[in-house]
């Protein structure tokens, strides 16, 4: 039922695209540079190329004159990929050419004359997944390895473009399933003889919580990755974020100044430590105030606060410290600042540095990526929002699921490990409205 679903849902899509379509792009960023290439894909894309040529393409790497308009011929390297052997599984060709735009629009253009139409965003991707070359989500990978601006970010869209997220989900569906058995076994005992059992059943979905949970950490943090790790610096007015912001960015990205309430705004830089971009925010001292702008940057401050992945929380003394509820569950490094300034006083618990001075700002820094990177980065997978939506209502469903409720009610036990099956299940096999394909897939740039 699931694939047909996703089949109606696939052919709503392609009755607009039209499958048996001829489509050409370039794949390479517009622009000037050494080489072009653009890519025509459709059954039909090797009898149009030779009917523009006057000639057969026998090779698979063929040198070219294609003419362009009277008087002009572009040399060009024109690579076959016969179906199904091909990005998209159908025959495909590779036009390389020298990388000038003009170039470009009229060898398009050219084709654009012979039955050959436009390639909307990600239709070649598209292509490629209904002709099971790819997964879903390998699908949606791959933007995000053309998106990557770190190793590890790269490393965990490599992961999922391989089938590693895919993987993890069927690993921990396969533990799930296990676990229904057990209950759905044991709805079918009489009372007395479940009774026996029921404590083995608890623990047994006790254990699995607890998998289901790391699995989650996972999948959340694969997410940071992907997007990016946030760091938010936070704190008093005049402790020295903003100076923090500067020197562990090596940029002047913020106004330092003595005088208190300077920083209006978030102001965000990077910098890429272990593999791993980090984006630092710098906000708005956190204080009681009267005036209307500075309020509103506070406001922006503890917004920050709240949606980081980490937080930095400065100060001067440990009074500073005191009566944090905006920090609670978060993880946050605390740290006094200003160790350069004569009458510091030292105290246990914070990290010590000097922003000013950079003292202790490697030791900072290996801090930050110590209370993040807590699993093997090896591990990650590139995970959107899409995918973590159905993780973190899976993790309702299986919450949801108390001692109490497995002793009074077992069918309902069952009930709430099979919809968070299908939940994880619709992260690779999705059963969705007809638009999910054109949503994803429209992300993509056109020639990809």
Same mark, same amino acid.
């Given at each position: 039922m699931q694939w047909f679903q996703l089949y109606r849902c696939c052919c709503t899509l392609l009755e607009v695209l039209d499958a048996s379509d001829t489509i050409i792009a370039c794949s390479t960023p517009p622009g000037r540079g050494a080489l072009s290439v653009i890519r025509l894909s459709g059954e039909s894309s090797i009898k149009i190329a030779e009917k523009l040529l006057g000639? #057969? %393409?026998?090779?698979?790497?063929?040198?070219?004159? %294609?003419?362009?308009?009277?008087? &002009?011929?572009?040399?060009?390297?024109?690579t076959i990929f016969n179906s199904p052997n091909s990005y998209t599984g159908e025959n495909l060709i590779? *036009? $390389?050419?020298?990388?000038?735009? %003009?170039?470009?629009?009229?060898?398009?253009?050219?084709?654009?004359?012979?039955?050959?139409?436009?390639?909307?965003?990600?239709?070649?991707?598209? +292509? $490629? &997944?209904?002709?099971?070359?790819?997964?879903?989500? /390998? $699908? /949606?990978?791959?933007?995000?390895?053309?998106?990557a601006n770190s190793d590890s970010a790269l490393i965990a869209a490599q992961n999922t473009l391989n089938g590693g997220l895919r993987k993890k989900i069927k690993n921990i569906q396969k533990k799930l399933r296990e676990t229904r058995v057990v209950v759905e076994t044991l709805i079918d005992f009489t009372d007395e003889d479940a009774d026996v059992y029921l404590g083995d059943v608890k623990e047994k979905i006790e254990f699995f919580k607890e998998e289901y949970k790391k699995f989650g950490?996972?999948?959340?943090?694969?997410? $940071? *990755?992907?997007?990016?790790? +946030?760091?938010?610096? #936070?704190?008093?007015?005049?402790?020295?974020?903003?100076?923090? *912001?500067?020197?562990?960015?090596?940029?002047?990205?913020s106004i330092v100044s003595e005088i208190p309430g300077t920083t209006r705004d978030v102001v965000k830089s990077s910098y890429i430590a272990e593999g791993i971009r980090?984006?630092?925010?710098?906000?708005?001292?956190?204080?009681?105030?009267?005036?209307?702008?500075? /309020?509103?940057?506070?406001?922006?401050?503890?917004k920050a606060i709240k949606s980081a992945d980490i937080v930095i929380y400065l100060g001067l003394t440990k009074k500073d410290f005191e009566d944090m509820p905006i920090l609670k569950g978060k993880p946050c490094i605390k740290v006094l600042n200003k160790m350069d300034l004569k009458g510091y006083k030292d105290s246990k618990g914070f990290t010590r540095i000097s922003a000013k001075t950079g003292k202790n700002l490697s030791l900072l820094k290996s801090l930050i990526v110590s209370s993040f990177l807590n699993f093997d980065l090896s591990e990650v997978v590139a995970v959107n929002a899409r995918h973590l939506s159905f993780v973190?209502?899976?993790?309702k469903a299986i919450n949801a699921i108390s001692?109490?409720?497995?002793?009074?009610?077992?069918?309902?036990?069952?009930?709430?490990?099979? /919809?968070?099956?299908?939940?994880?299940?619709? *992260? &690779?096999?999705?059963i969705s409205a007809d638009d999910l394909l054109g949503k994803i897939f429209n992300t993509f740039c056109i020639g990809k």
């Open positions: 000639r #057969a %393409l026998n090779k698979k790497v063929n040198l070219v004159k %294609l003419p362009l308009w009277d008087g &002009y011929k572009e040399k060009c390297v024109l590779e *036009i $390389s050419c020298h990388g000038n735009p %003009l170039i470009v629009r009229k060898i398009i253009d050219k084709f654009l004359q012979s039955r050959v139409r436009m390639a909307n965003p990600g239709e070649f991707t598209l +292509r $490629s &997944y209904m002709a099971n070359k790819m997964s879903l989500e /390998e $699908s /949606e990978a791959v933007i995000q390895v053309i998106n950490k996972l999948m959340e943090s694969s997410k $940071s *990755i992907s997007d990016d790790i +946030r760091v938010v610096l #936070a704190g008093p007015p005049n402790v020295g974020k903003s100076t923090l *912001i500067n020197a562990l960015t090596n940029e002047n990205v980090f984006v630092l925010e710098d906000t708005a001292g956190l204080r009681k105030s009267s005036d209307k702008i500075e /309020e509103k940057g506070i406001k922006l401050a503890k973190k209502q899976g993790s001692p109490s409720l497995i002793s009074s009610n077992l069918e309902l036990v069952a009930e709430n490990l099979k /919809e968070c099956d299908a939940l994880l299940g619709n *992260i &690779y096999d999705p």
